[in-house]
Each structure stands twice: as structure tokens, then as C-alpha cells.
């Protein structure tokens, strides 16, 4: 049986993968209901990805600026818009700053969690509160094998810690307490409007800039890459017909170490962007920086068992996805320079509020 939803909360939407799956929402899946996008705007946040969708669709597209710490503001939400179910991908989501700074990864990452299912507990006919995760929390893996559904969970560092401590609250208000859940576990995701905090936009933005592109310790860690577009579609699918209380591992089936995306970008930015004026190649650029603490060494993950229940498998192939970001983010100059000077807080501050930044 296929899930239906007429108001569907997506937490998180201001962010890399909120973003395009509220755009996926909207431009591809035909889904006919609203979309209340429910998000702090954190540095991470940037509701200026979504100006299209607001002019297009001001009926079916709905921002709400707020915190899934507060539990009030989530309910009254929640009641508000008669929210029917939740796509929940809010979260603190950068493994080095989790490192630096820890506290906003476990409050916003598992309190706020436990504050949006307590919230849903609440709502009569509920349908469903999807949880996105990550590969992450499984830990690392030798040089082969897969991570499936029933690995164990072996989180290294405090942002995979704190999805892991997340995961299982959804678990548990699945089985104890009989909500309506779906999870998915995916791998590392690229595409438009990812913070140029993450690997790939960051080297893409230093090699069109000729910075250093800095890679961690050998360079030879392996993740397994999935355009962000394949995961949207997988997310929505689970949501409509995966089954309850089930987790759905994502994968790219697209391994790579470091250092070949790296050199990958380079060549793509000297093919697509002015060359540098010192003529250099932007391989050259290329700086061996110290290793992440505690960094994982391999991610790999069997997306057989999405295959088999729903017919779900990546579509895009890295050479084709990294070329298409490449080309959005050269595309995208203002985006980039918004997001990089915190000009977008005052553009949004405009938008939702209509006055600029005090
Ligand atoms: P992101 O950092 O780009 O966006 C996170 C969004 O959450 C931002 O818009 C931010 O403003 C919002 N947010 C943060 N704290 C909040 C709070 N307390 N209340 C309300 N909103 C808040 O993250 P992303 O890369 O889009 O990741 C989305 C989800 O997918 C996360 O749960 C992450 O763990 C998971 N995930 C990401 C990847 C990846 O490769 N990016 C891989 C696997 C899983
Ligand atoms: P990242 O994009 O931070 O994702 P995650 O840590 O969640 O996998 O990093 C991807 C890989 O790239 C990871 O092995 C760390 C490495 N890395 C670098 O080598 N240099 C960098 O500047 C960054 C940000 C990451």
C-alpha cells in the first residue's frame, strides 16, 4: 500500500539535502500536497536554495523559522499545519566541527529528535516520521565488505555518535510506542547547494580560486559517493512504500579514495574554468594537511536490500554527477558568495520577515 500525505514537514529543508529534496518534491515526484520546511537557519542553513520554490508554489510552500530544540514551536506547528507526517533531516552534519565543538551536535541531533518524536506522538493519524541518516554510524571498514542493515553500530566520532544515539530513538518510539517510522542510512552525498565546508565543494571552490586543496593525512581514505538527486528519490520512496519500523541502506555503488575525487575535480574545473594565471594545473594545488582525528578509513555500503523491496537503485555515475556539480557551482557564483558572507541571513531576513539584518 502506497502512503499518501497532505502536509508533510520537512526539517532540515534550508539545508544541502533538504533543499533538492524539497526541489525533488516539487519538480519531480508530482507530490500534490504542502511542504512546511521547519529550520533554525544555522550557519548551514540557507533558505535562499528554495527561492524558486516559494515564487512557483506560494500555496503548496510553507518556511517556518525555528528550532526542533523547542518543543512548543514544533507543536504548535505540527497542529498548525494539520503536518500528517515528517521528513526529518535537521541536524549538525560536519564530522570536523563535531570534532572542534561538540555540545549543538547532541542537542540539535538527538534532544531535538526526541523533542520532533515526542511531537509527533502527539498528532492523531500520524503517518509517518522518516528519519535520514548516515552510513556513519556503522563505523569504519577494512579494505573490504559492506555495510548492510544489520552491521553493528560502531560510531567513531561525535557527529556519527550522536546520529547513532538518534537512530535508536526512533527505533524505540517504533517499537515501543508503535509510531509510524521509516529510517534511511546513506553514504557521503554530492550535488548543488552543499556547504563549501564538505570535500567536494570546498576543492572545487579552491581550485577555481587557486587555493590549496587540503587533503587529510595519506589521502587515501575511501567514501562511497551518491548524487544527491538518487538519494532524494530513495528517500521518497521508503516514505511511500517502505516498510514500518524498517531501516533502507543508500548507497552510490561509486568508491573512491580522496585523492582520486580530488584529482577528478581538478582535472573538470582546468577543463570548464579559466586557467590559472600562473599557469599551474590545479593538481599542483594539492596540500598534504594533518589527519582527522579518528578518521574513518572506508565506507562502503550494499544497497541490495532497497533493490529488492522497492526497486531502488543509484542512477547517476560519479563521472556524470561530478561534472554536473562542478558546472553548478561555477554556475552559481552568487549562491556561493551569499553562504560564504552571511549576506543571505539579511536576504532571508528580507524575505521572511521583510527588514534586512539589525
Ligand atoms: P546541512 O548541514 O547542509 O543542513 C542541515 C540543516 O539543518 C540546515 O538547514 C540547518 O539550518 C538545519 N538545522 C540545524 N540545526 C537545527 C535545529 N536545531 N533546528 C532546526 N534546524 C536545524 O546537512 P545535510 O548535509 O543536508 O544533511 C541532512 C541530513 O542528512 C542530516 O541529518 C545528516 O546527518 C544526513 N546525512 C548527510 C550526509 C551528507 O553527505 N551530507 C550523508 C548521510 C546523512
Ligand atoms: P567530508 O566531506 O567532511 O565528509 P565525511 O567526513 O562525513 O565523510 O569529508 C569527506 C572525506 O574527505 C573524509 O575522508 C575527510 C576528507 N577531507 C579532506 O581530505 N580534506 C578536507 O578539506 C575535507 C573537508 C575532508
Redesign the pocket.
Known sequence: MTRIFQNLLV?????????NFIHYLFREAGFAGRVVN?????????GESLSDIARDFPDRYVFVH????DAETVRATLAKYGIDAIC???????VDRSILAPD?FV???IV?THVLLSAARGVKDFKLFHH?????VFGSLPPDGFFREDTPYAPNSP?SAS?AASDHLVRAANRTFGLPVTMT??????GPY??PE?LIPLIILNALEGKPLPVYGDGLNIRDW?FVTD?CRAIWQVMREGRDGETYNVGGRNELTNLEVVRKICALVDALAPALPDGRKREELITFVKDRPGHDRRYAIDCGKIARELGWTPATAWDGGFEATVKWYLGNPAWVEHVRSGAYRDWLRRQYFGRPQA
Open positions: 526539517t532540515g529543508g534550508a539545508g544541502f539535502i533538504g533543499g521547519f529550520d533554525a537557519l544555522t550557519y548551514a542553513g540557507n525555528g528550532d526542533i530544540r526529518h533531516f535537521a541536524a549538525e552534519s560536519h549543538d542537542s540539535t541531533n531535538g535520514v541518516s548516515t552510513d556513519e557527529y546520529k542510512n546513506c553514504s557521503n552525498n554530492y552543499q556547504f564538505k551518491l538519494h
